[in-house]
């Protein structure tokens, strides 16, 4: 039977080692074997699906680039749980230049700079 080592498997799949070894310890990956402390696996043996995502549609949710402007006032609700779990808050003339970007009267560039301008002032 051909092997391969975890890492072996890791530059194959595009996965992270430490990620193969979670599965093969939850034996995901049929016909694993751990040997003296090390992971061997079946050279054919197929990546297995991510179990971790349960809908079709993946969102995730850290990258916000990618709101869509009709889900806008939900995103906001979401960015605002995200700054709680984080222990940070949003200023209402931040969650103001956000609706502003949104609405499209302004680019987000436009925002930055008149943050710097404002910012300059002050200093």
Not at 6 to 22: D, H, P
Not at 95 to 104: F, L, Y
């Amino acid at each position: 039977m051909d092997i391969l080592t975890i890492k072996e498997a890791s530059l194959m799949w595009g996965i992270s080692v430490r990620r193969i070894a979670v599965l093969c310890n939850a034996g995901r990956i049929e016909g694993a074997k751990n040997i003296a402390g090390a992971w061997l696996l079946p050279k054919d043996e197929e990546k297995p699906a991510d179990a971790r995502v349960k809908s079709v549609t993946y969102t995730d949710w850290r990258n916000k680039s990618d709101m869509k402007s009709n889900n806008f006032e939900s995103n906001l609700k979401n960015l605002k749980g995200t700054f709680v779990v984080e222990n940070m808050e949003i200023s209402e003339s931040g969650i103001k230049n956000v609706k502003r970007i949104e609405s499209g009267k302004v680019s987000y560039t436009d925002v930055i700079e008149e943050l710097k301008r404002e910012y300059m002032q002050r200093v």
